[in-house]
């Protein structure tokens, strides 16, 4: 495993990480609190160091979990956590949580991360899916530099998921904000809008974490996107997850890869990418050639002509 240092910062990061959302996510049903644990622990015997999690996977059983699987390693680890999310006191049943950035909010949710993770600070505190609403408010960053100040985060960043957009947002946080990171997702088949904020990101010298897609589950119905993908797999060598993550690595703003990780196999396959040959440019610049004209379009004609 190879190591990038987080700008601006002196956080350590693998350049593989570990994304605790599919271990906790109950509607994937992917794995008990047992082979959750041990999961994370051949991660952390892999090399990954970067752990990232968020108060709401799991209504906080993401990091109760992680916390049960560092142990003593708490320390070895650089951990990111993420709150915006009021799941304390939403009614029982609801499907969806409101999202809250007071400052006395902020500080509620960081007490209750810190009890869970039972650790003395957060090495990364995300601001989870904001708006340009929350960016704006003087008060969201002025409450998070004073946690800054009594040592219990480190850092803080802004995290966007997979339906939150965050091309606005992102470029207002990094352009005034002294945030650290912007974790948002990005990869072979979403290019966008990280694409859009790399040059931004570069400039200001913020680390952007990538969160990779989930990968095209084996056994699963194929369809002309994944097929097009696993010719660029096997053209590029490793499987279509691996293929993201070196994709992801290419480029020099992004710190870490948090790809989907759903077991053991995968975890093994995407680690190893840190180390695997990285792409060419030639095949970089077909990748968002590919993209840009729409994956479907292209594997119909390779299709039609006996290609890919």
Known sequence: MKYRILPRTDLE???VGFDLWTVVNRRLETMDERDGVRLLREAVELGVTFFDTADIDGKGYGEEILAKALGKGRHDAVIGSKFGYDFYDAPPGRSSCPQKFDPPFIRRACEQSLRRLRADYIDLYQIHDPGMDTIERDEVFET?????????????????????????????????????????????????????????????????????????????PPGLKAQALRFLAEEMGGGEAQGDVKFCLAQPSVASVIPMVTGLETLRECAAASEAPGISVEALGKLEELWREGFEATASRGAATGGG
Do not use: C, H, N
């Not at 809008?193 to 056994?219: H, M, N, Y």
């Open 13 to 15: 990061l693998s350049e």
């Open 144 to 220: 998070l530099e004073a946690l800054v100040k009594e040592g219990k985060i480190r850092f803080y960043a802004i995290a966007f998921g997979p339906g939150a957009g965050g091309l606005e947002a992102g470029e207002a946080s990094m352009r005034y904000r002294d945030v650290k990171a912007l974790q948002i997702p990005y990869g072979i088949v979403r290019q966008e809008p990280a694409q859009s904020l790399f040059p931004i990101a570069a400039e200001k010298e913020i680390g952007v974490i990538a969160r990779t897609p989930r990968p095209v589950e084996p056994g699963g």
